[in-house]
């Protein structure tokens, strides 16, 4: 009697194994967007395990599942949906959802001033913005401006001297390629050959346009090689100068150090004429600038390196 009695219930614990292996089957189908085109990479998941898939390439996918049970389908950019499995073959149509639409810039020491509707982050800094740096020339309004961007005067250092190297993003001078009014501005003919920043290239003299004639410097960084060529590796820098202006503008500024030396006196003028009828003009700006020499030497003292006295003649 026992013995029958454990028959019976083996053959009822095989009778629920087989219903279980029956029940599961193999579940297929591809993932749509919401414009008939399939996704690839989406994640399937069956609701409360941990056994899933991903789509292919093609979107398509396949899963062992059973009847009832409930399909967890995921992808970036797209509403979660949720599908309870009836048959063998299940396509699904997913729906965008939030997705990225701007940009934005951490840290960049001022105030919003990107384009958010580029696919690279472009610096826009208008003239307004630039002077109240302080700086009396374009080369240092952008170092105080553009956190990559650095220009400090050279002394001592020949031609090097009569402007000075400008570098973005660590690069050297000639990896910046400067544009005015999307066009390239000329690079100087003087090799740097100096111990200064920039030794062995050449750069552009961004002391020869004057603050008053710009209304306001793009400054691109990220990509710039892809679009301009080779010689914007470090970026580039749009200088987009006004164009036919209602009031006539002067600015004047002046400033010395704290030794009391290095007198530096600027002023520029900005105006504009119509011509015709048509909507021409002509704008016209003139700058002037111009500084007293500093000294931090102090006295002189013998040249250890070479053995060359203090009070040496030569």
Not at 51 to 57: K, L, N, R, S, V
Not at 160 to 180: I, K, N
Not at 288 to 311: H, I, M, S, W
Request: proline content about 4%; hydrophobic content about 40%; aromatic content about 6%.
């Amino acid at each position: 009697m026992n013995k029958l009695l454990s028959i019976k219930l083996l053959t009822l614990l095989m009778f629920f194994g087989a219903s279980n292996v029956v029940l599961a089957q193999q579940v297929s189908g591809t993932i749509f967007d919401d414009s008939s085109q399939p996704l690839p990479g989406v994640s399937i998941v069956i609701k409360g395990t941990s056994i899933g898939t991903t789509a292919d390439f093609d979107g398509k996918y396949s899963i062992k599942a059973n009847k009832g049970d409930v399909l967890v389908i995921t992808y970036v950019g797209f509403n979660s949906k949720e599908i309870t499995v009836t048959g063998n073959v299940l396509n699904v149509t997913m729906q965008a959802g939030v997705a990225l639409d701007e940009v934005i810039l951490v840290g960049n020491r001022s105030k919003p001033r990107t384009i958010l509707d580029s696919p690279v982050p472009i610096d826009n800094i208008g003239v307004d913005e630039l002077r109240n740096t302080g700086q009396p020339t374009i080369d240092k309004m952008l170092t105080y401006k553009v956190p990559s961007f650095n220009s400090t005067n050279q002394a001592i250092s020949d031609a090097t001297a009569h402007f000075d190297p400008a570098d973005l993003r660590g690069l050297g001078p000639s990896r910046t390629l400067v544009l005015v009014n999307g066009k390239r501005k000329n690079q100087s003919a003087l090799v740097y050959i100096n111990d200064t920043p920039g030794k062995g290239e050449v750069g552009v003299d961004l002391k020869s346009i004057p603050a008053a004639a710009i209304e306001r410097i793009e400054v691109l960084r990220d990509g710039a090689s892809a679009q301009y060529g080779s010689d914007a590796i470090a970026g580039v820098i749009n200088m987009v100068l006004k164009k036919n202006v209602e009031y006539t503008t002067v600015n004047a500024s002046t400033g010395v150090t704290t030794e009391g030396d290095g007198f530096n006196f600027g002023v520029d003028l900005n105006t504009a004429i119509n011509i015709g009828d048509n909507g021409g003009y002509l704008n016209f700006t003139v700058g002037y600038y111009e500084q007293d020499k500093t000294n931090r030497a102090g006295t002189p003292g013998d040249d250890v390196l070479f053995g060359v006295a203090a009070n040496d003649p030569t």
